[in-house]
């Protein structure tokens, strides 16, 4: 069962998540990370799933000394670039930059399960949910808007992102936002950059899930064959690293 039992039950009561949250971000911000950790670890264990996934890539990008940035695409509340951070902390990569993309207004669009406006957060709510949880603001750049418009070389420029060994991760849910992220990524990563798919299981339920979602975008990306699978969680997502140029 992918979800635990209490992440179920907040999702199927109206209002509840929203509360949840609200009560978190009241918390003073001297205790605030404190209290997130707890939640994480108590109620909502699910989430460590997916990090054992983030464990090997940040162990891989230790282990070859010369590290990136960290690009998220699909931040929404900030769940897991909180993660990521705290990930980078403890490994003491002080020069990593954090890059939030997303729309901050939702999925742009209908994909089956998943609903055009679904997981709307504005950027208010990001960076205020990731400051309560502990996240070093100065080091989050935000990128607003939806891929199409604000994936391009000139946006590479204007952030000074320039190729190496990043960690990126892709949680956008859709194939035809997942395509338009791998191709902005093709001139930035370098041999060791790897790229986590947190949806790869999302179409777990068709007979054909390499059809569907991010798997179907990773598949028909040129440049797939220059990556081997570093990790996978069988329910969640699926880490691959760079190994040939
Ligand atoms: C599943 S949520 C991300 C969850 C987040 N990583 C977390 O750990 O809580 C998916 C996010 O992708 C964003 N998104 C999907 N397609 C997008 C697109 N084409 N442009 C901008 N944002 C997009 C949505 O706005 C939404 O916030």
Known sequence: MKYSLAKRFVSSVPGLRTFGARSFTSFPTSISPYVYRFMRASLFRDELKRLKTFEICFDKLAASGDVGDYLEFGVARGTSMISSHRYAKRHRFDDMRFFAFDSFAGLPSDEEQFTQGDMSYSQEEFSHFCKK????????????????????????????????????????????????????????????????????????????????????????????????KLAEHPEWNCAFIKTRT
Not at 171 to 199: H, K, M, N
Not at 208 to 225: K, M
């Open 133 to 228: 949880a502990g996240v070093d603001l100065k080091r989050v750049t935000p990128v607003p808007g939806y891929f199409d418009s604000t994936l391009t070389d000139d946006m590479l420029t204007k952030l000074d992102i320039k190729p190496g060994r990043h960690l990126v991760h892709i949680d956008c849910d859709l194939y035809e936002s997942t395509v338009v992220v791998l191709r902005f990524l093709e001139p930035i990563l370098e041999e060791g950059a790897i790229i986590v798919f947190d949806d790869w299981h999302s179409f777990d339920y068709k007979k054909d899930p390499e059809n569907w979602g991010e798997q179907r975008a990773f598949r028909e990306w040129p440049s797939h064959d220059k990556f081997e």
